[in-house]
């Protein structure tokens, strides 16, 4: 069983930047794949980025490639989402994600979520 919390979302202006944190209980941490999706209003849940329980590879959207980073330390059981050069349509709910196994683009399979911080970029 693992128990996420997000937290780190606000309110910035366009081209700045923000750090999401999700803190994980429970002693399996270190071997579920994680990731990040969010959820606009009116919109499907969308895969934003992954990380592999090694943290030796990460995953991105087209639409955040070379702006977030995503990152991961099993030692404090917490994975982050740097977001920088944000931008007006990445204002949504950003949710994090574990499953065993390999990290995966499709939020239908990962089993733990927590339960989301909203994040609203003003342009």
């Known amino acids: 069983q693992v128990q996420l919390v997000e937290s780190g979302g606000g309110l910035v202006q366009a081209g700045g930047s923000l750090r999401l944190s999700c803190a994980a209980s429970?002693?399996?941490?270190?071997?579920?794949?994680m990731g990040w999706f969010r959820q606009a209003p009116g919109k499907e849940r969308e895969f934003v980025a992954a990380i592999t329980w090694t943290g030796g590879n990460t995953y991105y959207a087209d639409s955040v490639r070379g702006r977030f980073t995503i990152s991961r330390d099993n030692a404090k059981n917490t994975v982050y989402l740097q977001m920088n050069s944000l931008k007006a349509e990445d204002t949504a709910v950003y949710y994090c994600a574990a499953r065993l196994g390999y990290a995966e683009y499709n939020p239908r399979t990962y089993d733990y979520w927590g339960q989301g911080t909203q994040v609203t970029v003003s342009s």
């Open positions: 429970g002693r399996t941490f270190s071997s579920h794949a």
